[in-house]
């Protein structure tokens, strides 16, 4: 049987999103994180092309998305049990199995541990095999600590990671590169997996690649390019283009790499840097939705993306809130494939 992930730029069946619904781990960001995802979802359905499937846990949680989504067609609230909304992590990824001429749909599902033990609560370990049986998949379990944010595709076998992440010891100790290269071929068809360095400044998923860089078209990986004097990133984004250019794809096709500005110096309340990133783009069927944190590097990095996805229309959207928590668009979603 040959497995493989479809480019998220691929046709989708769904678009699955999760939707802020614990008070005690939002606080007062839990209204607007609210609205944000409420936004994203909008955009999705109206532009996007999108059947958004948005997960709520809980009444009140389904209350709140209910009042903020009435009327918008093609946004179906489904409740669901989960600690977080990082479905792009705790949720499977879903791939193809190939036999012949035909092909069957697969979700891919791991152990999750939190994120290396930083975060582990009620019901994320339970989220893969939710949306796999709402989307009337097998759920197929691999006995390894994965995230899907952590593994970008390209559609072709090409796997792009970071060893900051999946050599981590704290997600599977002993691991090597080549281990980890057995594991995803067998796992999710990886024919040829890319090796980036460190992630982002106090990125508590330990250098998520989906916040550093992305394919966006066969062989072509948009990555950051500092913004301001004082962006805390600068080094890792210019380490980052430098072995992006020096690579070839699983079809031995040389990457071209597209350099779109970072959100800068993007801190928190307390001062302190946080792991903004404009790569946590979602690409829907018909849009590119692009998180923005500060409105004028913001509207570069929209500029920026609209070249590389010329048949798409690419929307700036606030996701400050969310940050707050953690994470980004891309974060929060997984979609599914037709």
């Known amino acids: 049987m040959n497995r493989v992930v479809p480019a998220e730029w691929a046709p989708h069946r769904a678009m699955w999103?999760?939707?802020?619904?614990?008070a005690d781990l939002w606080l007062e960001n839990l209204e607007p994180a609210q609205q944000e995802v409420a936004d994203l979802a909008r955009a999705l359905a109206e532009s996007g092309g999108e059947r958004v499937r948005l997960m709520v846990h809980g009444d009140a949680a389904e209350?709140?998305?209910?009042a903020l989504l009435d009327g918008v067609k093609g946004v179906e609230i489904v409740r669901g049990l989960f600690g977080d909304i990082w479905f792009r992590d705790t949720g499977p990824i879903f791939a193809k199995d190939?036999?012949?001429?035909?092909?069957t749909d697969a979700a891919v599902g791991f152990r999750f541990n939190g994120?290396?033990?930083?975060?582990?609560?009620?019901?994320?370990?339970e989220v893969a095999g939710q949306i796999a049986a709402a989307a009337g998949v097998d759920l197929k379990v691999n006995d390894f600590v994965l995230e899907g944010g952590a593994v970008e595709h390209d559609g072709y076998g090409t796997v792009l990671t970071t060893d900051q992440c999946l050599l981590n010891p704290n997600r599977n100790d002993g691991w090597t590169e080549t281990q980890a290269e057995e594991a995803l071929a067998k796992a999710l068809g990886a024919k040829k997996v890319?090796?980036?360095g460190?992630?982002?400044l106090n990125d508590h998923t330990d250098g998520h690649v989906d916040n550093l860089a992305r394919f966006v078209a066969p062989g072509v990986v948009a990555c950051p390019i500092a913004w301001g004097k004082d962006d805390p990133n600068q080094?890792?984004?210019?380490?980052?283009?430098?072995?992006?250019?020096a690579m070839t794809d699983a079809r031995g096709v040389a990457l071209n790499v597209v350099r779109v500005p970072s959100p800068g110096r993007i801190v928190d309340e307390d001062g302190k840097v946080?792991?903004?990133s404009h790569m946590n783009f979602l690409i829907a069927d018909k849009a590119v939705i692009v998180p923005i944190y500060e409105e004028r590097s913001g509207a570069f990095a929209v500029e920026a993306l609209k070249s590389v996805f010329p048949e798409r229309e690419v929307i700036g959207l606030s996701s400050v809130a969310i940050l707050s928590g953690g994470g980004s668009f891309h974060c929060i979603s997984q979609q599914e494939p037709a």
């Open 17 to 22: 999103l999760g939707f802020p619904s614990h």
């Open 63 to 66: 209350a709140a998305a209910r």
């Open 98 to 103: 190939i036999a012949g001429e035909s092909e």
């Open 115 to 125: 994120w290396g033990g930083k975060y582990e609560l009620p019901h994320d370990d």
């Open 194 to 196: 890319l090796w980036l």
């Open 198 to 200: 460190e992630g982002l």
């Open 235 to 245: 080094a890792v984004y210019d380490e980052t283009a430098r072995r992006l250019t």
């Open 274 to 276: 946080i792991p903004a």
